[in-house]
């Protein structure tokens, strides 16, 4: 669970030596940068420095640290890393050590690294190794506090309890404010502030507090307003931005989440640099930027008419049906289904579109059941809308294209259940409302009747959809 490092400082593996003896030597040169690292008599401080940038190298070069690891320097580590006496470089290349550490796989040193204690000297006090990297973001010179930065975020993608580790402290907070401020000058160091961010949040449901999540907003949106932006940075904040317009994460605060929405719809140039990404066709920034545009528009009808109104935006999304990536098409279906889920006038931006229609209907013939399940809530919340505000001459056209397909796939062994009950509520409701369309319904059954089982509640003719005898009663 770990950030790749700089191509400058990426880990490469060391070959194994071809004898005892250079295993030895090793082993020898190891132990004696280890006797160096605590100051005494026979260490002075700049030999301190050496053997903490040895450490530093060590871990970036190899993998894993050698079997002959003593996880006590863990400790030296720390306490250097909170000794402000300790020159800044040193201070750095000691957390540079713990965050390498932290990516180790065959011998897992992430729980081992944040139980650590570091005890003030003259003090019953101690702090252990989360609580130094938080008080180096908040106070530490740049590089340093950097480092810090990509230590948390290791931890932070380690494992759930990790995560949990790091939400409990105020790490996102003061980034966000850095962010928000301008204190990352360079993209190095804003890019790994925003993947810290990112890799605090995803994964379960994060309580993110409202001031944070706006500081957030504001500053992410004006990172990829940056003209210098690469695709990194910008699929990082836009991921992260999707995560701030989750309602999952608003679940101690519900009332908060609409007002959320209104932040991101009104901050300046987000929504149209996000739908620039779209049009972009760079993959690694598409599907977050759908992701993005998707959790805005489950807000409230007038919240998403903000969006979806936009000129060529139902075009845009069609566009993104046709992608190589099974992800954004996916993306992209969704979004269309919310579409549909709208009100009359909303539902109209995709019956309006014969071509829309053909195309999701192709796609239903692709070997991606995911997507087709996306594309058959499409259908389903259209013809639900149908139900409601009857259209006859439309009606009749789509049921032609639409019927026929998601009959078939409610009709398939282990379908979503919660989609063949959606399907069987809206054709039940259309077919009671509008019976003279059974032939349709019925021809694009075939012999699969009944269509479905009937559901744990009581018997009523509207749960039919499909069936012989009985049809009369409709």
Not at 49 to 64: G, I, K, P
Request: glycine residues 4%; hydrophobic residues 40%.
């Amino acid at each position: 669970g770990c950030t790749p490092l700089p191509r400058s400082e990426m880990k490469s593996k060391r070959k194994a030596g071809s004898s005892m003896a250079s295993s030895e030597a090793l082993a020898q040169e190891y132990n004696y940068f280890a006797g160096l690292l605590t100051t005494n008599e026979e260490s002075t401080k700049m030999a301190q420095a050496s053997a903490v940038h040895y450490f530093r190298r060590l871990f970036t070069e190899n993998t894993e640290p050698p079997n002959y690891f003593d996880e006590g320097v863990i400790d030296v580590f720390i306490s250097i890393v909170r000794n402000t006496c300790c020159a800044m470089d040193t201070r750095a290349d000691a957390a540079w050590a713990i965050t390498n550490l932290l990516c180790s796989k065959k011998r897992p040193l992430t729980h081992t690294i944040i139980e650590k204690r570091f005890r003030y000297s003259y003090s019953i006090r101690s702090q252990g190794a989360l609580d130094v990297f938080e008080w180096c973001i908040r106070t530490a010179d740049y590089k340093l506090r950097d480092q810090c930065i990509w230590g948390v975020g290791n931890i932070a993608a380690d494992c759930s309890d990790c995560k949990e580790a790091v939400r409990a402290t105020d790490v996102l907070e003061i980034i966000a404010k850095q962010i928000h401020s301008g204190a990352f000058h360079s993209l190095e160091s804003s890019r790994c502030a925003i993947w810290c961010c990112l890799n605090i949040l995803r994964g379960g449901n994060a309580t993110v507090l409202p001031r944070t999540a706006r500081l957030l907003l504001t500053g992410l949106t004006r990172t990829m307003l940056r003209t210098d932006v690469d695709a990194t940075l910008l699929q990082d904040s836009l991921l992260t931005l999707a995560l701030l317009a989750d309602d999952r994460n608003f679940l101690q605060y519900p009332h908060l989440w609409p007002a959320q929405i209104d932040a991101m719809i009104s901050e300046p140039g987000l929504i149209s640099r996000t739908l620039e990404a779209v049009a972009s066709g760079d993959s690694r920034v598409v599907s977050p930027a759908l992701r993005l545009i998707g959790n805005i528009i489950t807000g409230t009808d007038e919240q998403t008419e903000l969006v979806i109104m936009r000129e060529g935006f139902v075009r845009l999304i069609a566009h993104c049906l046709d992608c190589s990536e099974s992800q954004v098409r996916r993306e992209a279906a969704w979004i269309l289904s919310n579409i549909a889920a709208g009100p009359p006038h909303h539902v109209q931006l995709i019956l309006t579109d014969p071509p829309l229609i053909d195309q999701l209907l192709r796609l239903l013939h692709k070997d991606d059941t995911r997507m087709q399940k996306e594309i058959c809530w499409v259908f389903a919340n259209v013809l639900s809308s149908l139900n409601t505000t009857p259209r006859p001459a439309q009606m009749t056209d789509f049921l032609g294209y639409g019927v026929l397909a998601i009959v078939d796939v409610a009709s398939r062994p282990f379908a979503d259940t919660r989609l063949v009950n959606k399907i069987r509520e809206v054709l039940s409701a259309l077919l009671v409302v509008h019976p003279e369309f059974w032939g349709v319904v019925e021809k694009a059954a075939g012999d699969r009747t009944p269509l479905l089982e009937i559901p744990r509640r009581k018997r009523r003719v509207a749960d039919y959809v499909i069936y012989d005898e009985e049809a009369v009663k409709i």
